[in-house]
């Protein structure tokens, strides 16, 4: 109540109706009922694969190169910062996970380092976080937790990861954002076994930023964010919309590319959910693109054999 | 500060869950900010036998050890608490002042010592966690200790804890606001 107090006198003192269009929404979204997810795959690490992705929902995704397997940003809560409710239920049973040798975090936002999922998936393998976030990390129980600075790689298992740059901005609570101001947050690029995937997490646009990675590294498949689109001002410098997130698969030089960090929980304004979706679908379907952009349903896998 | 700035900070907080946010200044001190923030006070309504009294309360820990971070971090830290350190497992020193806003007595202020420890129930302590401790606040000149239990919660943020204590037969409920 306080809050919605809060709220209430900030938007209408500033005549700026922001705060209370976010918050509707939010409280909205709190009373629907969660879309569930139909045919979940019940054994999403196969035998023999040389990639696959299986998008779980948001930025959440389980990565298989050949026998080894990723999990990045993972989030199987109800709901997100304990407030914003998830659409749509993860796309994948974390039961069914039966393995997870890399568990990437891009940064140290609610929506993508969830305290409570950490603690249900299969931790013997490693947590990867971006620079100085150690200090939001709990003890979970990895095998190991590298704290990977910009550009840093390190080698595990014939596995190399790099945490590469990208546009955002961190902290947890939002009064902490300030001095996270240029740090806590990165993108990972994942190279085994003659596959490199680039994981963007979360970002804005930037040319210089992931024009320099696509001559760094030869990638193979980008997961990039498309979502929150509106209020485009608000959002331009730290998320990129579905027009920006193709230039960045560009950029970047990648061959193909799965769109993340949509449709699962109300972030911005758009009119409705499935918006950035369908905005991609149809600047790739005018592009002719359908053959490099993969646009996955909740619990779907794209496999490369 | 004006109101247009007042506003943009009042956004950045209140809507940093949705991880939606507009341009931060760079380079924004830390401690500098930390002090910003503990001036929000607390309240806490104090039941005395014969009277009850509204207080504000500013409360700084000057000293915390928390078991349930990574290992690779140190356990101790002083003043500037993340609040990760509290709710994942964590005991602090707490030192408090309180004005109240009726006369309890002899003088409008009291302070305080807590030994304050928390305990995780869900998310890692996240969503929920429970406090337990003891106290001793010194009130109307009267020391008194007192028994400390309660709840945190939204992000350990926001505290509720209810004091008694037996020999003086007086209950202390705090709504603690805790920011770093």
Redesign the interface.
Known sequence: MAIAGILLIVSWEGCNPLPFQFFSRIVGRSIAPTELVPNKVADPIRKDVRLSVLWIGHASTLIQIHDKVFLTDPIFTKTVGMLAKRSVEPGINPASISRVDFTLISHTHMDHFSYGTLTTIPRQGRLFVPPNALEYVPELGFAETLEMQWWKTVERDRVKITSVPVQHFSGRYGFDSPWMYNTGYNGYIIEYAGVTVFFGGDLGYNSTLYKDIGVKFKIDLALLPIAPVEPRDFMKRIHTDPAEALQVFEDVGAQWMIPIHHSTMYQGLEPRLSFAKEELDSIVTARGMGDRVFILRFGEQKVWE | MN??KL?QI?????????????????????TS?WII?QAIPSFSWTSFPSQKNFAFEWEVAPLVYSW??????SPWSSFIV???RRF?GSIELIFSAQVYTSNPGASNFGYSAQLLGHFPL???G??LALNLGVAQYVVNNLSSTYYVVGAS???G?LHYNVKYAPSADVWINAIEVR??
């Open positions: 109101r247009m506003r009042l956004l950045v907080f209140l809507f940093s869950f949705a991880a939606t946010a507009q341009d931060y200044p760079p380079n924004v001190n830390r900010s923030y349930g971070m990574t290992k690779q971090v993340n609040p990760v994942t869900i998310e890692l996240e969503h919660s939204l992000f943020l920011l770093f």
